[in-house]
């Protein structure tokens, strides 16, 4: 082993061997933790001995790798839950053992993904291509690994709000002209969020009706698009769901992109995770008219359990969406060799020049279990939900108050006669993540509180489903009684 001739003043370890010991020790740490996913509580609140040592002052010395290998080891119990196979709540991935190791890759180049030539890049480019194929995008789109679908949602509107003012939305803004888009009213909170960040305000978004299966009212649409442009807006963007987040409601993105057509709309999908059902047989159908979108923003890290955080965003029209973001400075000019090669530079296509390497842990996760493996887990993840569903249904103090569309499905404890069923509702499942004996979460539909089981994870098993249905009734019934 070379000697070791660290300068004073470096961050490295002074003592190479010692560190790679404690780093082992960190390695074996993390692995019984994920080894372990299936037993203990789902979720458990961190305790107050780990709240009061994240809450001492600024250290102006260090504490020493020791004592915060130490503390890392104590935070590893108080995840949010999502590595355990009852966590039913939101929409999270459970992520996989073997995308630890590209995380420690990646943490050792510790590479710069705003551009240059290097070989994470490459990396980043090999995903993009393998989603235009995905999607059936043409090999001239363009995409961009992000944080998640909220991000990637900002960086396709900018596209679409820039492509229908032109060139002045970049220096002067939206001005007055008042652009209108449309989405249904089970979208994303993201989306008007993107709204209200490009300056166009969030009540320039017209959040169509739904209907009984909670997809976009077509009808109201077009109604919607026709008013608009009699008041004089200017109509500029329309954006179907796929996979709503509180039912898994899949509008007719077909239909929707043959209104977008005829009305000169860009066409965005959200798939934060249901675009990834196009990797199964039985989904794919359903997802007819996505390829003929504009734009598509969904997240590696639920569907395809990446670990946090990495989401996409895909744009047909490269020079659109080059368009709206690639102005470099002098010093971020590129070259036709060396290091600053590699043209276009991901900061091309984005607000962000400092970017991780959230590339590689995405590729590692496709290239090790393909996409078939993936698809089956969807498949089984839709199946489970529609088992749930069967069991509710079945049972005489519950109800079901939504159709299963793919993998989510909602419900209600509902004993006969018995009022405040709304706050019953949300105590149960305050309850049941307390005790950790699962994790769903709740939302509203139709003016009702439902038990929100959201279904995204490998590790889901079918005996889990009668659990959660008996924990749910026990539950509820101990607090009847305790009125």
């Given at each position: 082993?070379?000697?070791?001739?660290?300068?004073?003043?470096?961050?490295?370890?002074?003592?190479?061997?010692r560190?790679?010991?404690?780093?082992?020790?960190?390695?074996?740490?993390?692995?019984?933790?994920?080894?372990?996913?299936?037993?203990?509580?789902?979720?458990?609140?961190?305790?107050?001995?780990?709240?009061?040592?994240?809450?001492?002052?600024?250290?102006?010395?260090?504490?020493?790798?020791?004592?915060?290998?130490?503390?890392?080891?104590?935070?590893?119990?108080?995840?949010?839950?999502?590595?355990?196979?009852?966590?039913?709540?939101?929409?999270?991935?459970?992520?996989?053992?073997?995308?630890l190791?590209?995380?420690?890759?990646?943490a050792?180049?510790?590479?710069?993904?705003?551009?240059?030539?290097?070989?994470?890049?490459?990396?980043?480019?090999?995903?993009?291509?393998?989603?235009?194929?995905?999607?059936?995008?043409?090999?001239?789109?363009?995409?961009?690994?992000?944080?998640?679908?909220?991000?990637?949602?900002?960086?396709?509107?900018?596209?679409?709000?820039?492509?229908?003012?032109?060139?002045?939305?970049?220096?002067?803004?939206?001005?007055?002209?008042?652009?209108?888009?449309?989405?249904s009213?089970?979208?994303?909170?993201?989306?008007?969020?993107?709204?209200?960040?490009?300056?166009?305000?969030?009540?320039?978004l017209?959040?169509?009706?739904?209907?009984?299966?909670?997809?976009?009212?077509?009808?109201?649409?077009?109604?919607?698009?026709?008013?608009?442009?009699?008041?004089?807006?200017?109509?500029?963007?329309?954006?179907?769901?796929?996979?709503?987040?509180?039912?898994?409601?899949?509008?007719?993105?077909?239909?929707?992109?043959?209104?977008?057509?005829?009305?000169?709309?860009?066409?965005?999908?959200?798939?934060?995770?249901?675009?990834l059902?196009?990797?199964?047989?039985?989904?794919?159908?359903?997802?007819?008219?996505?390829?003929?979108?504009?734009?598509?923003?969904?997240?590696?890290?639920?569907?395809?359990?990446?670990n946090?955080?990495?989401?996409?965003?895909?744009?047909?029209?490269?020079?659109?969406?080059?368009?709206?973001?690639?102005?470099?400075?002098?010093?971020?000019?590129?070259?036709?060799?060396?290091?600053?090669?590699?043209?276009?530079?991901?900061?091309?296509?984005?607000?962000?020049?400092?970017?991780?390497?959230?590339?590689?842990?995405?590729?590692?996760?496709?290239?090790?279990?393909?996409?078939?493996?993936?698809?089956?887990?969807?498949?089984?993840n839709c199946?489970?939900?529609?088992?749930?569903?069967?069991?509710?249904?079945?049972?005489?103090?519950?109800?079901?108050?939504?159709?299963?569309?793919?993998?989510?499905?909602?419900?209600?404890?509902?004993?006969?006669?018995?009022?405040?069923?709304?706050?019953?509702?949300?105590?149960?499942?305050?309850?049941?993540?307390?005790?950790?004996?699962?994790?769903?979460?709740?939302?509203?539909?139709?003016?009702?509180?439902?038990?929100?089981?959201?279904?995204?994870?490998?590790?889901?098993?079918?005996?889990?489903?009668?659990?959660?249905?008996?924990?749910?009734?026990?539950t509820?019934?101990?607090?009847?009684?305790?009125?």
């Open positions: 082993m070379a000697e070791n001739d660290t300068r004073p003043d470096s961050l490295d370890p002074a003592d190479w061997p560190f790679r010991a404690e780093a082992h020790a960190m390695l074996d740490a993390a692995i019984d933790r994920m080894e372990q996913a299936t037993e203990g509580p789902v979720w458990q609140a961190p305790p107050p001995e780990l709240r009061a040592a994240m809450q001492t002052p600024l250290p102006r010395a260090g504490l020493g790798a020791e004592a915060v290998q130490t503390q890392l080891r104590d935070l590893l119990p108080y995840g949010v839950g999502n590595t355990h196979p009852r966590f039913f709540g939101w929409v999270h991935g459970s992520g996989t053992p073997s995308n190791m590209a995380d420690i890759a990646a050792a180049l510790n590479a710069n993904l705003g551009g240059r030539d290097h070989g994470a890049i490459h990396v980043e480019r090999q995903v993009i291509r393998w989603c235009r194929a995905l999607f059936g995008f043409p090999a001239s789109a363009s995409g961009l690994i992000v944080s998640g679908t909220s991000i990637a949602t900002i960086i396709a509107l900018k596209a679409a709000r820039d492509r229908t003012i032109g060139a002045e939305a970049r220096t002067k803004g939206p001005q007055a002209r008042p652009l209108t888009g449309y989405t009213a089970q979208t994303h909170a993201c989306v008007a969020r993107a709204f209200d960040m490009l300056g166009l305000g969030s009540d320039a017209r959040r169509i009706p739904t209907n009984g299966a909670f997809e976009i009212d077509i009808d109201a649409l077009r109604a919607s698009i026709a008013a608009d442009r009699a008041a004089g807006s200017i109509p500029f963007a329309l954006i179907g769901t796929a996979g709503s987040v509180n039912t898994g409601a899949m509008d007719d993105l077909d239909q929707l992109a043959g209104i977008a057509a005829t009305e000169s709309l860009w066409f965005h999908v959200d798939g934060a995770f249901g675009a059902g196009i990797l199964t047989e039985t989904l794919r159908p359903r997802l007819a008219g996505l390829e003929r979108a504009d734009s598509l923003a969904f997240d590696f890290h639920k569907w395809m359990h990446v946090y955080d990495a989401g996409f965003v895909l744009i047909r029209d490269e020079a659109d969406h080059r368009a709206a973001f690639a102005d470099r400075p002098d010093y971020l000019q590129g070259a036709e060799r060396g290091l600053a090669g590699g043209n276009p530079w991901p900061v091309d296509y984005g607000p962000e020049l400092s970017r991780g390497f959230r590339a590689l842990k995405v590729w590692a996760q496709i290239a090790e279990h393909g996409t078939d493996r993936i698809g089956r887990l969807i498949e089984r199946a489970q939900a529609r088992q749930l569903a069967a069991l509710v249904d079945a049972h005489p103090r519950m109800e079901r108050l939504a159709p299963v569309a793919l993998n989510i499905c909602n419900f209600r404890f509902a004993p006969e006669g018995v009022p405040d069923l709304d706050d019953l509702n949300r105590e149960i499942v305050t309850r049941l993540q307390l005790h950790g004996l699962a994790a769903p979460s709740t939302t509203t539909l139709n003016g009702q509180t439902a038990i929100r089981v959201n279904i995204t994870n490998h590790r889901t098993r079918d005996s889990d489903l009668p659990f959660l249905v008996e924990a749910v009734e026990r509820g019934n101990d607090l009847l009684s305790a009125r």
